[in-house]
């Protein structure tokens, strides 16, 4: 049925590779334009000759179509030049701009993954080369991690506050991106003064902060929980690390690297901003105490 093929990779064996011949410098571009992509990793190297063996190179010219909203799923698109746009028509009102492309990008998966109709329009902006993967190649390789980890990250993400305001389809995409880790009691997840690569959500457990002052005194601060973030503020303000934190039994967080940070919570980092402003009174009021 229609439902058990969306929820369940196919598991048999008697598939066809799609083998579309190449050169080696066509691989080498394919290589480049997925090298920072999520949904690419983890892939043994046989998934991972089957991925490029399987694409097609696409140019296109700039204002063409490429995805109508409400199509049939055909193609998984990577950008390895030029851009392009995203538009949502909600209801039948006018189509609305809601997001945009440029190289390294890719779209056009969901409804690959959910046997949906395309839920946006993307039109290219410039003259443009996409890499397109088929529909069948796409979910024998590519759709079984992508599904997993958003699955995994949906409801935990639902819940972390400084997410909510973000669409569906962006915890998604920072779904694909997170990595998860655990630290044992006591262990140090951020030492003070380091220069800050990643941010981190708390996935389960606790945490401690403290703040070595200029005499070289270490002030407990209040302490995080699940849902809670930190680390945002190394990538923020470019500056050392401004506090240590560490693991309060068992820790388990889940973590974006810093283009993933700037990337994905783009829309958000007013808010994140506005938050730390807190945090002067936060440690001024723990020094008092
Ligand atoms: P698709 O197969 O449905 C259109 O074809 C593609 O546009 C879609 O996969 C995504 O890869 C991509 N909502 C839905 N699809 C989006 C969105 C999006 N942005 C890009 N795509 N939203 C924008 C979120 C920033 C939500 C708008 C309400």
């Given at each position: 049925?229609?439902?058990?093929?969306?929820?369940?990779?196919?598991?048999?064996?008697?598939?066809?590779?799609?083998?579309?011949?190449?050169?080696?410098?066509?691989?080498?571009?394919?290589?480049n334009?997925?090298?920072?992509?999520?949904l690419f990793?983890?892939?043994?190297?046989?998934?991972?000759?089957?991925?490029i063996?399987?694409?097609?190179?696409?140019?296109?010219?700039n204002?063409e179509?490429?995805?109508?909203?409400?199509?049939?799923?055909d193609?998984f698109?990577?950008?390895?030049t030029?851009?392009?746009?995203?538009?949502v028509?909600k209801?039948?009102?006018?189509?609305e701009k809601?997001?945009?492309?440029?190289p390294?990008?890719?779209?056009?998966?969901?409804?690959?993954?959910?046997?949906?109709p395309?839920?946006?329009?993307?039109?290219?902006t410039?003259?443009?080369?996409?890499?397109?993967?088929?529909?069948?190649?796409?979910?024998?390789?590519?759709?079984?991690?992508t599904?997993?980890?958003r699955?995994?990250?949906?409801?935990?993400?639902e819940?972390?506050p400084?997410l909510?305001?973000?669409?569906?389809?962006?915890?998604?995409?920072?779904?694909d991106?997170?990595?998860s880790?655990?630290?044992e009691?006591?262990?140090?997840?951020?030492?003070?003064g380091d220069?800050?690569?990643?941010?981190?959500?708390?996935?389960?457990?606790?945490?401690?902060v403290?703040k070595?002052?200029?005499?070289?005194i270490?002030?407990?601060?209040?302490?995080l929980?699940?849902?809670?973030?930190?680390?945002?503020?190394?990538?923020?303000?470019?500056?050392?690390?401004?506090?240590?934190?560490?693991?309060?039994?068992?820790?388990?967080?889940?973590?974006?690297?810093?283009?993933a940070f700037?990337?994905?919570?783009?829309?958000?980092?007013?808010?994140?901003k506005?938050?730390?402003?807190?945090?002067?009174?936060?440690?001024?009021?723990?020094?008092?105490?």
């Amino acid at each position: 049925s229609v439902s058990a093929e969306s929820m369940a990779p196919s598991q048999d064996k008697d598939y066809v590779k799609v083998v579309i011949p190449k050169t080696q410098e066509q691989r080498k571009r394919i290589e480049n334009s997925i090298e920072n992509n999520f949904l690419f990793k983890n892939l043994d190297e046989e998934q991972y000759k089957d991925v490029i063996d399987a694409m097609v190179e696409k140019r296109v010219l700039n204002h063409e179509q490429i995805i109508k909203q409400g199509g049939i799923g055909d193609f998984f698109y990577v950008v390895e030049t030029g851009t392009f746009d995203v538009y949502v028509s909600k209801n039948g009102a006018p189509p609305e701009k809601v997001h945009s492309y440029g190289p390294g990008g890719s779209f056009g998966e969901l409804a690959l993954m959910y046997n949906a109709p395309r839920a946006a329009t993307v039109v290219a902006t410039s003259d443009s080369v996409l890499w397109a993967l088929d529909r069948v190649t796409f979910r024998r390789i590519l759709m079984e991690n992508t599904s997993r980890k958003r699955k995994m990250y949906e409801s935990f993400l639902e819940e972390v506050p400084i997410l909510v305001s973000l669409e569906p389809y962006e915890r998604h995409k920072i779904a694909d991106a997170l990595e998860s880790a655990v630290y044992e009691d006591g262990h140090l997840v951020i030492k003070q003064g380091d220069i800050g690569n990643n941010f981190f959500l708390i996935e389960s457990g606790e945490a401690y902060v403290t703040k070595i002052d200029e005499e070289g005194i270490e002030h407990e601060l209040p302490g995080l929980k699940k849902g809670d973030y930190f680390g945002e503020l190394a990538l923020l303000n470019n500056k050392p690390r401004a506090v240590n934190i560490k693991a309060k039994g068992r820790l388990k967080v889940a973590t974006l690297g810093k283009k993933a940070f700037v990337r994905l919570l783009g829309p958000i980092v007013d808010i994140l901003k506005r938050n730390s402003d807190n945090y002067e009174t936060i440690t001024r009021n723990a020094r008092q105490q």
